[in-house]
């Protein structure tokens, strides 16, 4: 059953144009813009006494182009940020010039790591986005904290699917902007699969109980009950602001799917998937619509074309092409980056070997293969916690690093999610079910691929079965894993939700709780346990994980 959401209509003034807000999606600057909206109103009488008639007239029913200039998966990459503001700025001379973002730029580096998100938010906010969509990566530091940053934020969070159980939006569904008497909306919608590979406590509350929901079922329905809606209100144009992605192996929720499915959008900006996309799809109608992915970090900056006769076109402009810059973003860049230097730039060891992330294909090995990067985490792990075995899912290293000074930063950039490290109690049988699972993808990339210490087991992909699992012992010799048995594991408490490694160990005891998280444990790890010097031994992979064609 659908979420019966209300689509009551707030019309805010500002200076330059005039928006809607669903009514349930609610408005924080309402009393900016009462300011705005008074200001506006002695400036247009000043203006009706001092200009003709036909003048004003004539200058009213003036129609410009709209261009929409959008990012997507930004990923931390904030020298960036400037940049597209700059080219928003310069395309504000000649047209209707707006701003959108369709998710995924909490998560990628050291600015989003030592801030928890608040660093990004406060370069968002410099830019005065005209909409903003969410991604799955929003939700790494858990909903509690996303509610937190966004609070005050002076642009429109829209993403329709994100409600509570009870099927009320936490955002806005979509935001209506007027654009020289042209009405756009933008509809955000959020992939379902960020609810089932979120952090622990993105979606449920301690106790494992469900408070929000992407509705994986009825995203769909959602998506046209808010494209109805906004066309109701006076939409003249409908943009999707999309974290859905196209077709890849483990993501069954594509905005291509979405757009055969709907009717009534022009144009979606996607995003999740990281592909670079411009094309063209048809609808439930056989209608065309736009489709484009700008890529990843900035690697292109996508303009989206609206002609004062309604005809729409999308480029993307690589990167390196736009030479334009605003000086007020630049400044807060600059200053975030040096509030992350002051932070990170610590030097906590140095290294002989380098930390590989992926091959030349592009593959991200931790997810497919032990690698050195997965033995150096997983030993920190179980060094920290004193335990049997470490154990860390492979999608949780997300750089390399390399030989020579390794700085606290480098740390960061290699394992930066903000999970507390826990140890837990788990039977030989439920780690044995784990490993099954979690390597049953093979030789597809999977993020919750076991890297593992103090554990060596076997994978054969033809008939995914795992076998020859060992446990180290105390004098550093190998001994089979014992269903029956009770080990302790070090994880990150990712591993001890109902999400992470197919719930295998959501019910495993707790035995000791700790507040730092992995890239601590790292640093303190190469300080304290090795002497500040990664030495040779962490060349190759250890031979921990053995895969069998």
């Known amino acids: 059953m659908l979420p019966q959401m209300e689509y009551n209509i707030l019309i805010i003034a500002t200076p330059t144009s005039s928006y809607y807000i669903p009514a349930n999606g609610g408005c924080r600057r309402w009393g900016m813009c009462k300011r705005f909206f008074i ?10 006494t001092s200009c003709s008639k036909d003048a004003v007239e004539s200058q009213s029913q ?3 182009s709209i261009v929409i200039l959008f990012e ?8 960036g940020y400037p940049k597209i503001a700059g080219l928003r700025d310069a395309i504000a001379d000649t047209a209707w010039a707006a701003l959108v973002s369709s998710g995924d730029y909490i998560q990628g580096n050291n600015p989003v790591t030592i801030s928890r998100g608040q660093y990004i938010i406060d370069i968002m906010r410099s830019m005065h986005y005209d909409a903003v969509g969410l991604g799955n990566h929003e939700f790494d530091f858990n909903t509690p904290r996303l509610l937190e940053i966004f609070a005050g934020f002076n642009a429109p969070v829209v993403c329709c699917n994100f409600t509570n159980m009870q099927g ?12 020289g008497g042209s009405n756009v909306a933008f509809v955000g919608v959020l992939t379902p699969q960020t609810e089932l590979e979120s952090e622990p406590y993105a979606f449920v509350d301690m106790n494992g109980y469900h408070i929000y929901t992407l509705h994986e079922q009825e995203y769909t329905a959602l998506v046209q009950q808010s494209v109805d809606a906004a066309r109701a209100e006076g939409a003249d144009y ?11 192996d483990g993501n069954v929720w594509t905005s291509n799917d979405l757009i055969a499915a709907t009717h009534g959008i022009d144009a979606v900006l996607d995003a999740h998937t990281h592909n670079v996309i411009d094309t063209v799809i048809q609808n439930s109608l056989g209608q065309p619509v736009l489709l484009a992915n700008t890529g990843t970090q900035f690697a292109n900056i996508g303009k989206l074309w609206i002609g004062a006769d309604g005809r729409m076109d999308i480029t993307l402009i690589p990167m390196e092409q736009v030479t334009q810059i605003s000086p007020s973003v630049d400044a807060v860049v600059q200053q975030v980056n040096r509030q992350v230097q002051e932070q990170t730039g610590q030097v906590v060891a140095h290294s002989d070997v380098n930390f590989v992330f992926s091959d030349t294909e592009g593959n991200r090995l931790a997810r497919m293969q032990e690698t050195n990067a997965g033995d150096l985490v997983t030993d920190a792990l179980r060094w920290f916690a004193q335990a049997d075995i470490g154990l860390l899912n492979g ?24 999970n507390p490290v826990v140890k837990i109690q788990a039977t030989g049988a439920q780690i044995l079910e784990m490993l099954r699972q979690c390597t049953a993808t093979l030789p597809a990339e999977y993020g919750d691929f076991p890297q593992v210490s103090g554990l060596r087991y076997t994978v054969t992909v033809s008939d995914h079965s795992v076998s ?3 446990v180290q012992q105390a004098d550093s010799s190998y001994a089979p894993l014992d269903a029956t048995s009770i080990y302790t594991v070090a994880v990150t408490d990712y591993a001890v939700s109902i999400d992470g490694f197919h719930g295998t160990l959501a019910t495993c005891p707790i035995v000791m709780r700790t507040p730092s998280p ?3 444990v790292v640093r303190e790890y190469l300080i304290t346990a090795l002497g500040g010097n990664i030495g040779i031994e962490y060349s190759n992979p250890e031979g921990r994980i053995t895969i069998i064609e």
């Open 72 to 79: 997507n998966d930004v990923h931390c990459a904030i020298d």
């Open 168 to 179: 009320h939006c936490v955002f806005a569904p979509y935001v209506v902007r007027n654009y």
């Open 238 to 248: 409908v943009i999707l602001l999309s974290h859905m992605g196209e077709v890849f």
């Open 62 to 64: 003036e129609k410009h």
């Open 518 to 520: 992995g890239h601590e």
């Open 39 to 48: 200001i506006f109103l002695i400036l247009g009488s000043v203006i009706v």
């Open 395 to 418: 999608g949780a290293i997300r750089a390399a690093m390399a030989a020579g000074d390794v700085t606290y930063g480098d740390v960061i950039r290699m394992v930066p999610f903000d």
């Open 468 to 470: 020859n699992v060992e």
